[in-house]
Structures are given as C-alpha cells and as structure tokens.
C-alpha cells in the first residue's frame, strides 16, 4: 500500500482536520487567557467561555468520527465541505456564547443539520456497499453525483 | 486503492460508530433540554444530567480510538460486537445515573471489561503482526477464532 | 487488502494510542477514588483531580487526530516518536496540577510545542502529496530525512 495512494483518498479530510485543530487552539487559547486573568475568582465572563468551550470539545469526537466515517465510506470531497461549514457553525457559536448575557445562552447543541447531512452521507455509504456486495449492482456514481448536490443545500442558513 | 475494498474492512465499525452518535445525540438531547427549563439556576437534576452526560463524553474518544484499533489490527466483527456490548453498558450508565439520588451516585468508570477486551484484542493484532513479519508464521486464523468466540464471554453479566 | 499491510503503516500509532489509553485509565481512576472518597462533598483535592482529568480529556481528541494525521500523511516513526514524549509531558502536567496548590494551578494549556511539530508534519506531509500530484517530483526521502532529525529536537525540554 503506497503511502500517496492512502493520502489521495483522504488529504482533504485532514486538511478539514487541520483547521479545527486551529479552531481548538484558538478556543483553548481564550480559556488560558480568562484563566490567567481570574486564577481564584470564578467571574461570569471565566464561566462562560469555559461552558462555550467544554460545549464545543464535547461535540468535538462526535464531528471527527461522523466527519471521517462520511469520508471514507461515500466520498471526501462532500464530507469535508460539510466539516469546513460545521467549524463556520462552531466558530459563530462560540463568539455568541462569548457575547451573550449569562441568562440567554444559546443551547447545548449546535450545527444539528450538519452533522445529521454527514450521517446520512455515512448510512448511504453503507448501503452502497451492501448493495454493491449482494446485488452486484454499484450505484456509487449516481450517489456521489447527488451527495455533491445535496451537499450545496447545507449553505442556505 | 478502491473504495470498497476500504469499505468491506470496517463497513461494521462505521455501524456501531453512527450508533454511538446516535446514543450521543439523545445524551445531548437531554442535557439541551434541562438547559432549556432551567437556563438561570442549576438544579439537581440538571448536574446530574450533565455529569452523567460529561463523564459518558470524557470516555468516548477513549472507547473510539480502542474499538478502531482492535478493529483495524484484529478483525472487525468481535471489535463491532464489543462495542455494541458498551453502547448498551452505556446506556444503563447514563439512565441509571438520572435516577440516583445525588446522594448515591455510581462512579464514573464504567463498561471496563469491555474496553479491556478491546484492548486485549489490540495488543494480540500487534503481536500477531510482529510474529508474522520477523518469524514468518501467521497465527491469524487460530487468533481470529479464538477473539470470536472470547467475544461471546462479555455477554456474562 | 491484506490485514497485515494495513497493520504494518500504523502499528507504531496503535501502539502508542494504547499507551495513551492506559494512561487515560489511570488519570480515570485516580478521579474515580476522589469519588467515592468524598461522595458528598466537593473538596479542593476533588477539585483539582477532576480539573486536571478534564483538561488533559479536552485535548486528547486533537491529540489523538493530529498524530494519526501525521502519521498516515508522512511517516509514522516521527509521529509515534512525538506521540510518547506528548504522553510524558501529560503525566507530569497531571501530577503538577496535583501537587500545585489551588491558588497557583499551571494553565490549562501543555505540550503546545509538540502539538505544533505534529500539525507541522501533517501540513509538510498534504504539501508534499499536492506537489507529487501535480509538478511529479517526489520529495519523500528528504522529507522523512528531515522529520526524522526534526523529532529529535523535541528532546530538548
């Protein structure tokens, strides 16, 4: 097995992967800042950032393995769009958890619509392969063909 | 590297992965509405349905990463059955949290001797690989059936 | 696809995933004692274990997706090489955190500096792909050449 040929078929996923490492250093980074700030008072404004943080890292595997999966088993060009819009979700989320008053914080949840897209990209793949393997029948065309337009919906807010 | 011989290999670790994102999601679904009802004080109930929720979350990457590995190293079926075994652990963990009183709450391990079977499957892949390149002699087929008939012991309450 | 060829480009990775996984068992337990020590009460030991088990969880996603990225996308020596001495900075950051005092806990950041080497290597490892792609010259061999030396440096505290 090549190594180029393993990186082909997932360069853009680790590109995506990449940038919500940036993201998490840059979350990461403003709780070190609040915890440098307030080492022994727990303030509204070290709470928040905390809670948008923890919020986002709780979320974060769940991305990564529907994210992948969706790569791997249908195609990665759809995937890895979806992963680029749900880091644009997170980052909205998180500077609008920063900003909000503590008595409106936005929900625990965030990018729902994203990550069920990515779901389904999974379950499809899947259902290929089981048609492919008993059937003999591949689909794979017409699938990725819909995947790619389905996945421009995902930019109308 | 066609797309399907990639698939064939973890078609049943991608299923008990968008399992467990589904278990997350109604995990989250309950923290999100605790949240809703109660945005400005923090009740019992909602402390306990976030740390049931955050010790669930803290474990994930961990059971993730193990189950990929053995799945990957090993052979995939035991590894999916594993994993099947600590969604539905999991599930007891995380109802059975909600009902406690907060007096009594159980710990926060759970599902250990499914994550040391899976584990244990991980390192013999490794050993099975090492054997087979510097002595020549492939024990997969003797390990393989024995990992699947190991895997039948977990269902031992 | 033979089992074993796939085997042979991540073994290092699992390996030190495994490491990282019993290590992760350990911080668990130690969090898992404070619990049933005081079940009731939040002290300030419970406290800072459950604050420092939190912090190192936080990150093991990215860490985790940062390694096996370089690894698949360059190298896996370098990669695995950095993936121990991350783990190392871990256990003393833990048992620092411990140790410390409430007052004077380290930041909620550690091992900035290897994360870094990592996400370097995965960048190098996508820059080399595009330009085998599309200007045909392969520059593996330095590559691997100078990543190899380069992960020596991470020695150096």
Redesign the interface.
Known sequence: ?D?????????LL??V??I??LQ??FF??K??KE??TN??QHTSAFERVTCA??NC??????F???MW?AG??L?QAPAAFAGIIYLVVRQKYFVGYLGQTS???P???FGKRI?SFL?LM??V??LN??L??YFGS?Y?EYVDLFTNAASALLLIP
Do not use: H, W
């Open positions: 097995m190594n180029n040929k393993v990186v082909e078929n997932i360069y680790v590109i992967t990449l919500s490492v998490n250093a990461a980074n709780v070190e915890c440098k080492n022994t943080n923890r890292m709780d979320l974060y595997p769940t990564l393995a529907v999966c791997l088993c195609s008595q409106s914080t929900g625990y949840l990550l779901f999974c379950i793949g899947i392969y089981l492919t393997r591949n794979k």
